[in-house]
């Protein structure tokens, strides 16, 4: 499985976009980029995924060039609660009946007023 | 629809002291994972299942740890003994299925609160 690297951590204020952005030099052909969220004392939860160039839901967008050596996860206009780690992830989708997530350290983003 | 449910949210016991987690997975959820989270640290797989039969469990240090899923549901996660190098949050997640590409979707693993442990 591809290794990612992402910042440690961020800084941003209220009403600012954040784009946070992951390296994956080794990602292969058949890997999804998925980015999971994670606040104090709850599990990590699904943000959005996507494959190659532009995914947008109604939480986030996420960008991936043609090389898909890196992506970026962006966040329009964060608020305090959007104070998390996100972790970029990489895995194989057709890896016959392996689903295996190898979260990282994340990078803690964190939201002042 | 219920989450995850994981019990109990917190533990405290001492070294060598056996301890057990429970969790429910979503109604419908063939897979189930345990994974554990150190502080500061991302969460690492330790076993995976699929109904009731374990096919990921190359992370599962079986010396002292074993986990169960008798009848394709619930699931319990048991150390014994434990120690102090186990002191950490135990978290639980099911996804509809664990093979990626199910059906043309992603499978979303859904994480339940995690069981805190602490061994003294």
């Known amino acids: 499985l591809a290794k990612t690297t992402q910042p440690i951590s961020m800084d941003s204020y209220e009403g600012q976009e954040v784009n946070i952005t992951c390296s994956h030099n080794?990602?292969?052909?058949?890997?999804?980029i998925t980015w999971y969220q994670q606040f104090p004392s709850q599990g990590p939860r699904f943000i959005i995924q996507g494959y190659k160039t532009k995914v947008t839901n109604e939480v986030a967008s996420l960008f991936i060039p043609a090389d898909r050596k890196s992506s970026t996860l962006s966040l329009p206009r964060v608020s305090l609660s959007d104070t998390a780690v996100y972790y970029c992830?990489?895995?194989?989708?057709?890896?016959?009946?392996?689903?295996?997530?190898?979260f990282g350290t994340g990078t803690l983003l964190a939201v002042q007023p | 629809e219920a989450g995850v449910v994981q019990s109990p949210r917190y533990k405290i016991i001492e070294k060598k002291q056996p301890v057990a987690f429970w969790c429910n997975p979503i109604?419908?959820?063939?897979?189930l994972y345990w994974y554990r989270q150190n502080l500061g640290q991302g969460p690492e797989l330790l076993i995976r299942y699929e109904n009731e039969e374990a096919v990921d469990d190359s992370q599962l240090p079986k010396d002292r740890f074993s986990a169960e899923r008798l009848k394709g549901v619930d699931s319990t996660l048991k150390i014994q003994p434990a120690e102090l190098g186990d002191s950490a949050v135990y978290l639980c997640a099911s996804s509809l299925s664990g093979q990626w590409g199910f059906s043309g979707s992603y499978n979303e693993q859904f994480f339940g609160p995690g069981t805190r442990l602490t061994v003294l």
């Open positions: 109604s419908g959820h063939n897979t």
């Open positions: 992830l990489v895995g194989d989708l057709y890896g016959g009946a392996t689903n295996k997530l190898i």
């Open positions: 080794n990602i292969a052909t058949n890997d999804y």
